[in-house]
C-alpha cells in the first residue's frame, strides 16, 4: 500500500498567515493526488484534485502543487473559515489511501 | 442540488449484519462511481471501497479490511447504492461517507460529493 504522509500534523497560524502543507507519498503517484477540508462534525470536501487543480467554487487563496512524491497545499491568507482538518489522498494505486491529517487552528 | 443522503447506521452486535443505502439527487446517477469512506471516532479518513458505473460492468474494488466481509452494489432505477456489511467488527465502528466520483471514465478518483454520513457501532 502506498503510504501517504503529511506534516505538520497540526499547525497554528494567524488569520492573514500563509500557510502550506505537505504530504509525500512513499512512492512515485505522478499527480494522482488530492486534498479535501474537513469541518469539525462535517462530512469532507474536495478543495484541489490532480494535485494542482481548484475543484469548482474553492476560494482561489487555495492552491496545490507537486508531483511524483512530494505535494504542497498552500492557503495564501488565512481565514477564520478555513479552520479545518486538511487530507491529502492518492488515488494512483489500490488501496487509495489517505494522509493522517494535518489539523489548523488559530493562533 | 446535488446531494447524497446515507441510511441505515445504528448499533449492531459483532457478527452481525447492517446495510447502508446512499439516495442520490440532482445528478445522472448511472453515470458515476461510487465510493464509500469512512472514519472511526476521532481518527482519519478510511477508503472502503467503490462501484463502478454499469458502463464499467458496476466492478469493485474494497480495502483490505472489509474484503470478503463488505459488498457493494447499486441500483440506478432507484439511484441507491449500498454497502452489505458482514461479520462486523468492533473496529468496523465509524461515521461511513457515500461519496461520488467526479468524472465519468474507469479510473475512479476524486471525490467531489460527500453525504452527511451514517454512524455505525459496533458493540455488545
Known amino acids: 500500500d502506498i503510504q501517504m504522509t503529511q506534516s505538520p500534523s497540526s499547525l497554528s497560524a494567524s488569520i492573514g498567515d500563509r500557510v502550506t502543507i505537505t504530504c509525500q507519498a512513499s512512492?512515485?503517484?505522478?499527480?494522482?493526488l488530492n486534498w479535501y477540508q474537513q469541518k469539525p462534525g462535517k462530512a469532507p470536501k474536495l478543495l484541489i484534485y490532480?494535485?494542482?487543480n481548484l475543484e469548482a467554487g474553492v476560494p482561489s487563496r487555495f492552491t496545490g502543487s507537486g508531483s511524483g512524491t512530494d505535494f504542497t497545499l498552500t492557503i495564501s491568507r488565512l481565514q477564520a473559515e478555513d479552520i479545518a482538518t486538511y487530507y491529502c489522498q492518492q488515488y494512483d494505486n489500490l488501496p487509495y489511501t489517505f494522509g493522517q491529517g494535518t489539523k489548523l487552528e488559530i493562533k | 442540488e446535488v446531494q447524497l443522503v446515507e441510511s441505515g447506521g445504528g448499533l449492531v452486535q459483532p457478527g452481525r449484519s447492517l446495510r447502508l443505502s446512499c439516495t442520490a439527487s440532482?445528478?445522472?446517477?448511472?453515470?458515476?462511481?461510487m465510493i464509500w469512506v469512512r472514519q472511526a471516532p476521532g481518527k482519519g479518513l478510511e477508503w472502503v471501497g467503490f462501484?463502478?458505473?454499469?458502463?464499467?460492468?458496476?466492478?469493485?474494488e474494497y480495502a483490505a479490511s472489509v474484503k470478503g466481509r463488505f459488498t457493494m452494489s447499486r441500483d440506478d432505477s432507484k439511484r441507491i447504492a449500498y454497502l452489505q456489511m458482514n461479520s462486523l467488527k468492533t473496529e468496523d465502528t465509524a461515521v461511513y461517507y457515500c461519496?461520488?466520483?467526479?468524472?465519468?471514465?474507469?479510473?475512479?478518483?476524486?471525490?467531489?460529493?460527500w453525504g452527511q454520513g451514517t454512524t455505525v457501532t459496533v458493540s455488545s
Open positions: 440532482g445528478f445522472r446517477f448511472g453515470e458515476y462511481a
Open positions: 490532480d494535485a494542482s
Open positions: 462501484i463502478r458505473s454499469r458502463t464499467y460492468g458496476e466492478t469493485t
Open positions: 512512492q512515485d503517484i505522478s499527480d494522482y
Open positions: 461519496t461520488r466520483d467526479q468524472r465519468f471514465g474507469p479510473t475512479v478518483g476524486a471525490m467531489d460529493v
